[in-house]
């Protein structure tokens, strides 16, 4: 019998309101509700390396922290569905499947799509895991399931370095606790979904451990959009009179398939199909990292971080216009990082001290195919007939086009003061500190092109240089109210396949950017930024917290992806001066232990500064003309968040939230001139239990049923005769159920 889908949000919203307040444990029992404050947050990301934390009173950023608690709580399949419910962060589908969704935050973005210029960069244990080639974000490999917290630190940072613009996300992975546990799950749900995995950790004696793996897969919503997703997990610990050392290695194999955006015309009459079916991302990762920390006394300690990385994927995708084309990259990553910290008293005020050296080296291989398919090989066959040639030898249905190599050299040097300059200055109990720092990056690329066809074309050198400095004041009424502001200068050097893709007259692959028959190397100019800040942050109440900001980002020669052809070829250009204003406002409260909520608010503002020509897959051969204050496309204005979770019993809690996501231009429409994408409202509920060891949930994504679209370009459609340019979208996934427990030894 089917079930009618649209009614799940009355079931569920009923059941909230119908059985109410009067249920909850603390009345069945008697005994008035506590007061739980809001747990003390403190930050390790001031440091590079994981040292001495400090409080956000001390530090002149937006930062906000994901416990493990809190995403095993969300049951979200991916980091970007964890990351959603902060403020400002937005989703972007472009893919088409679960995992690979495009995350932005202050007008920059994290993809995994190559061709997309990123702003944002990821660290886990202390390890940047952007990848080399183009930056790129694999979401679909971070090890979510063994995340003990997530810091979102917002803006340049001298710590962190090269390529933040929008900021950075530091995940430190978890550790084997004092007590042995044994804990085995499974999930399932709508859209074929199945989940099965495990962890063992514990400690014995200084050691620690902590062992786990997972598999999951899923048939997918649209056609020919399953997916396969096998994850292991292990990290081995000492911890003894000061000296801490882990060691952890991380396996990751993937298949996801990518079913991409529809034409509008398809869209309207079936959202779960799949123009181009067959694209697949095929990654396999090997990680191994090290992480050594040492007292040495006199308030100084020293860490060490080291790591070794292979990555391996194969990408293909299928063309309705041109060859279908298969991808290979084999990346081998290896460096580390130095840092000395001290801890002390200067002028008998607490002050401290950060300096660090960093050493990474990148070797990247390339490899890209194009296959004919039925199509082209019957428009590669009838010229080869009409010119008098053999169609067997002139049309091969698959030939390698292009080999790049890419030795990529990064160095990095950093130091950072925060100091306490007083307290009881203007009231009792104020306190003023300061940040200082400052950082410069050193990168090398030496690119070489052994393709088949005029190697040495795309060979070259490129090498970029920079200090950036950073600036920021914290002055605090006390330690439940204060304000800062900070100005930091951030830098992003050109990508190796920016690169190799930066000449229009010979235009890359779509999602493989950087390769192309006619590839060539041409220096594009780095990307840099100065970024201003002011914030605020108040605790008014012990179980009530809420901050505030305000940020402006001017940024200088921002490189864009453009194509005047489709999604079929872009190229790589430096389009002069962009801006990123805005504000973010946020609330989060737990209530007498029965209520946790939060509510935030994020205007972004992120428009070109100059004029100018750009590409457009709308107009193919004619360029749009931008103006300056034309905003940039896939950035929403508006966002909203709001979550209320309530605990009707101690066994049992519910939850319900909501993402409003404001109207947005399509990519390709960089001029403003065409309709928006439209805005959207989802809402989402859960129910979870917790009995004794066994743990349970029901989680129901997009409770309403609500159609909607994250994504939208312009393409060919080359299914209509005449191939004419049409609004591509992507539509969101529908009303959806995950089911899981877990059981604890």
């Given amino acids: 019998m089917a079930w009618n889908r649209g009614k799940a949000a009355y079931v569920l919203v009923g059941l909230i309101v119908g059985l109410g307040v009067p249920h909850s444990h603390a009345q069945e029992t008697g005994a008035p509700p506590d007061i739980v404050p809001l747990p003390e947050i403190l930050v390790t990301a001031p440091s590079r390396l994981p040292d001495i934390p400090l409080s956000p009173a001390e530090i002149p950023a937006s930062v906000q922290v994901i416990t493990g608690e809190e995403i095993a709580r969300s049951e979200a399949l991916t980091l ?178 990518q079913a991409g955006t529809l034409p509008e015309s398809v869209l309207m009459k079936d959202r779960a199909q799949n123009f181009t079916g067959g694209d697949f991302f095929n990654p396999n990762l090997h990680q191994a990292i090290l992480n050594a920390h040492q007292r040495l006394g006199g308030g100084f300690s020293l860490a060490l971080n080291g790591y070794v990385r292979s990555f391996e ?73 009409a010119a008098g040639e053999d169609p067997v030898e002139a049309c091969p249905r698959s030939s390698l086009e292009d080999v790049l190599i890419d030795k990529q050299d990064t160095v990095g040097a950093y130091i950072q003061d925060t100091a306490e300059l007083g307290r009881g ?28 066809e005029d190697p040495g074309e795309a060979s070259g050198k490129a090498s970029y240089r920079r200090v950036l400095p950073r600036a920021g ?97 872009v190229f790589f250009q430096n389009i002069g001066n962009t801006r990123r204003q805005g504000l973010e406002v946020g609330l989060r409260g737990i209530y007498q232990n029965l209520v946790e909520t939060y509510v935030n608010y994020t205007l972004t503002r992120a428009t070109f500064r100059d004029e100018v020509e750009l590409a457009s897959p709308r107009t193919p051969g004619i360029t749009q003309h931008v103006k300056a204050g034309d905003t940039i496309p896939s950035t929403p204005n508006h966002r909203v968040n709001a979550g209320i979770r309530y605990h009707l019993y101690k066994w049992l809690a519910l939850s319900l939230d909501l993402h409003y996501v404001g109207s947005q231009y399509l990519r390709g429409d960089e001029a403003n001139t065409q309709s928006k994408l439209n805005s959207y409202v989802v809402i989402n509920a859960g129910i979870d239990l917790h009995w004794k060891h066994l743990k349970g949930f029901v989680k129901i994504n997009n409770l309403g049923n609500n159609k909607y679209e994250t994504f939208g370009t312009f393409a060919p459609n080359a299914k209509v005769a005449g191939d004419p340019i049409e609004r591509f979208l992507n539509p969101a996934q529908p009303i959806n159920v995950l089911v899981g427990a877990s059981y604890r030894f």
């Fill in 80 to 257: 970007q569905d964890v990351m959603k419910q902060l403020p400002g962060v937005h989703l972007n589908d472009q893919q088409g499947n679960s995992y690979q969704f495009d995350m932005s935050f202050r007008g920059f973005t994290g993809s995994p799509v190559t061709g997309i210029p990123q702003g944002i960069s990821v660290f886990v244990d202390g390890v940047r895991v952007n990848e080399p080639a183009v930056e790129e974000i694999n979401f679909d490999l971070l090890p979510l399931d063994q995340v003990e917290r997530i810091e979102l630190i917002r803006g340049p940072s001298a710590i962190f370095g090269r390529n933040t613009l929008a900021g950075s996300l530091n995940i430190i992975t978890k550790r084997g606790g004092p007590e042995r546990r044994v804990e085995l799950e499974m999930e399932g749900g709508s859209f074929g979904r199945r989940k099965g995995g495990g962890s063992m950790s514990g400690t014995v004696g200084a050691l620690d451990y902590y062992v786990a793996g997972s598999q999951f897969d899923e048939t997918g919503w649209r056609e020919q959009s399953d997916s396969r997703l096998a994850q292991a997990f292990a990290k081995l610990g000492f911890r003894q009179d000061g000296t801490d050392i882990s060691v952890s290695y991380q396996f990751q194999n993937n298949r996801i398939l």
């Fill in 313 to 385: 994927t194969e990408q293909y995708n299928v063309s309705l216009i041109s060859e279908n084309t298969r991808l290979f990259n084999d990346t081998m990553s290896g460096g580390g990082t130095l840092q000395l910290v001290h801890e002390g008293r200067f002028w008998g005020r607490k002050n401290l001290l950060t300096a660090g050296i960093e050493y990474n080296r990148y070797d990247v291989d390339i490899r890209v195919s194009e296959e004919h398919n039925e199509r082209s090989l019957k428009k590669c066959t009838d010229a080869a007939i």
């Fill in 473 to 569: 004041i914290n002055y605090n009424l006390s330690d439940n109210h204060g304000l800062y502001f900070s100005y930091s200068q951030g830098f992003r050097t050109p990508a190796f396949l920016e690169l190799t893709c930066a000449d229009p007259e010979s235009p890359c692959v779509g999602l493989q950017a950087g390769v192309a028959p006619d590839t060539g190397f041409r220096k594009l100019s780095p990307v840099r930024v100065h970024n201003y800040e002011l914030g605020f942050r108040t605790r008014p109440v012990s179980w009530l917290e809420g901050n505030f900001s305000l940020y402006r980002t001017d940024v200088r020669d921002d490189i864009f992806s453009v194509s005047d052809s489709g999604e079929l070829t």
């Fill in 425 to 452: 200055l203007l009231v009792l109990g104020d306190s003023l500190h300061l940040t200082g720092a400052a950082r410069f990056d050193f990168v090398q690329h030496k690119i070489t092109d052994r393709s088949p």
